[in-house]
């Protein structure tokens, strides 16, 4: 089946304790890209990647760090997390940039930093 | 930078009546594309329409449609004969003609009442 996986789903962490969420897709998709989303202000894009060790900023990409060594992977790392990273975080995946094709987004991980 | 804005952060709409939720942008851009997603309580985003700013023809999905109008920048869905599936959040979403990156309004909830 064709999808974009994310672990973990939930995650209650606290201030400072580094972590990541992985994300991977099985379609053989160029771009991938990270959002977070909170309440009132829809999704925000993090990170964004074209292709393997191609990726460049979003939005809100202040606190968080990505890499693309594979084309089916690309995590998102928390060096040091603070309670205003808590929120939930969608990863997507496109065969082409999301205007000329269908993004498929994952499940979602909802992340909570005491 | 680019914004879009939900001005209706929640509608209720009768089964099988029409509902239309709106959506406002700001770009200084000839070429983008305009896009709305449903999320229902699954969380998965699903893309419902797309519409490219270069064309005139609004888009149209089955039952939903847009009403694209360029000049004032607005780009509303229009749900008709809604059904119970349809109750979710919905978030307009704007990408520029270079299409690497999408800017999300804040969202919409629709309760559909039976």
């Known amino acids: 089946e064709a999808q974009v996986t994310q672990n973990p789903r939930y995650l209650i962490t606290v201030t400072g304790k580094k972590l990541t969420v992985t994300c991977s897709q099985n379609m053989n998709h160029e771009y991938m890209s990270w959002y977070r989303q909170d309440p009132g202000l829809g999704l925000r894009q993090i990170y964004y990647?074209?292709?393997?060790?191609?990726?460049d900023k979003g939005d809100v990409p202040e606190g968080y760090k990505v890499s693309r060594k594979e084309k089916r992977n690309f995590p998102l790392i928390l060096e040091s997390p603070s309670p205003n990273q808590t929120s939930l975080y969608f990863c997507?995946?496109?065969?082409?940039?999301?205007?000329?094709?269908?993004?498929?987004f994952g499940p979602g991980t909802r992340l909570t930093v005491l | 930078a680019q914004t879009v804005t939900q001005s209706q952060p929640e509608m209720s709409v009768q089964e099988a009546e029409t509902v239309t939720l709106s959506c406002t942008y700001d770009t200084s851009e000839s070429d983008y594309y305009l896009f709305w997603y449903k999320q229902p309580p699954s969380r998965q985003m699903i893309l419902v329409i797309r519409?490219?700013?270069?064309?005139?023809q609004n888009a149209t999905e089955n039952r939903f449609s847009v009403n694209f109008q360029k000049a004032a920048k607005s780009f509303s869905l229009k749900i008709s004969d809604s059904q119970l599936g349809d109750a979710a959040m919905y978030f307009c979403a704007y990408s520029n003609g270079a299409g690497n990156m999408l800017t999300f309004g804040g969202g919409t909830r629709l309760m559909v009442k039976p």
């Open positions: 997507a995946s496109s065969l082409l940039p999301p205007t000329r094709t269908v993004q498929f």
């Open positions: 990647s074209m292709n393997v060790e191609v990726t």
């Open positions: 519409q490219e700013a270069y064309k005139q």
